[in-house]
T-cell receptor, first 112, second 115 residues
Framework: KAGVTQTPRYLIKTRGQQVTLSCSPI?????VSWYQQTPGQGLQFLFEYFSETQRNKGNFPGRFSGRQFSNSRSEMNVSTLELGDSALYLCASTRGDGPEAFFGQGTRLTVV | AQTVTQSQPEMSVQEAETVTLSCTYD???????LFWYKQPPSRQMILVIR??????QNATENRFSVNFQKAAKSFSLKISDSQLGDAAMYFC????????????FGAGTILRVKS
């Protein structure tokens, strides 16, 4: 059974640009959650999508958005990038109402 | 809001010995789950063990076991017979038993294993 796949693995973007990250969950899993990991703030929850609907949202500005497709794949978008958006972005896949979440290898975003 | 606290930024253990990582949490809920995740240098988060709050029995997975003290809101991880491959960052995480799969993480503990 394939695990959670995140693409791309690494990204370098310039301040002011926008970026889209992708997450393909484990087959049969309908919930996808996104987390931001930084040395200063640790792991912070961004949002969760379940059956194409956002059902939980963390405390991040509106520049961070996401969506989920009918095949459960999810994308996360960050607009008007700031230096502080440099982080490891992790995606977690959960079967339905969990409870176990399985993580992808992450996308390392560097904003210069 | 729920919070998770890991008070040990870093721990060391000799290979083959036992180490315990501490975690406390704060919640007003009665239904929830607790997890320990391991994050090696590859950065992939790996689920180590989970505990349901309604279960009194402590969870065990091979060399990994937990000491779940619900009244004290404490959830420690014991690693027995430590191996070099156990070296990683360990995160304690909380998930509400209600709607959604949001995880609240502690700050993490770096575990170093000495040969």
């Amino acid at each position: 059974k394939a695990g959670v796949t995140q693409t791309p693995r690494y990204l370098i973007k310039t301040r002011g640009q926008q970026v889209t990250l992708s997450c393909s969950p484990i087959s049969g899993h309908r919930s996808v959650s996104w987390y931001q990991q930084t040395p200063g703030q640790g792991l912070q929850f961004l949002f969760e999508y379940f059956s194409e609907t956002q059902r939980n949202k963390g405390n991040f500005p509106g520049r961070f958005s996401g969506r989920q497709f009918s095949n459960s794949r999810s994308e996360m978008n960050v607009s008007t990038l700031e230096l502080g958006d440099s982080a490891l972005y992790l995606c977690a896949s959960t079967r339905g109402d969990g409870p176990e979440a399985f993580f992808g290898q992450g996308t390392r975003l560097t904003v210069v | 809001a729920q919070t998770v606290t890991q008070s040990q930024p870093e721990m060391s253990v000799q290979e083959a010995e036992t180490v315990t990582l501490s975690c406390t949490y704060d919640t007003s809920e009665s239904d929830y789950y607790l997890f320990w995740y391991k994050q090696p240098p590859s950065r992939q988060m790996i689920l180590v063990i989970r505990q349901e709050a309604y279960k009194q029995q402590n969870a065990t997975e091979n060399r990994f076991s937990v000491n779940f003290q619900k009244a004290a809101k404490s959830f420690s991880l014991k690693i027995s017979d430590s191996q070099l491959g156990d070296a990683a960052m360990y995160f304690c995480a909380y998930r509400s038993g209600e709607y959604g799969n949001k995880l609240v993480f502690g700050a993490g503990t770096i575990l170093r294993v000495k040969s």
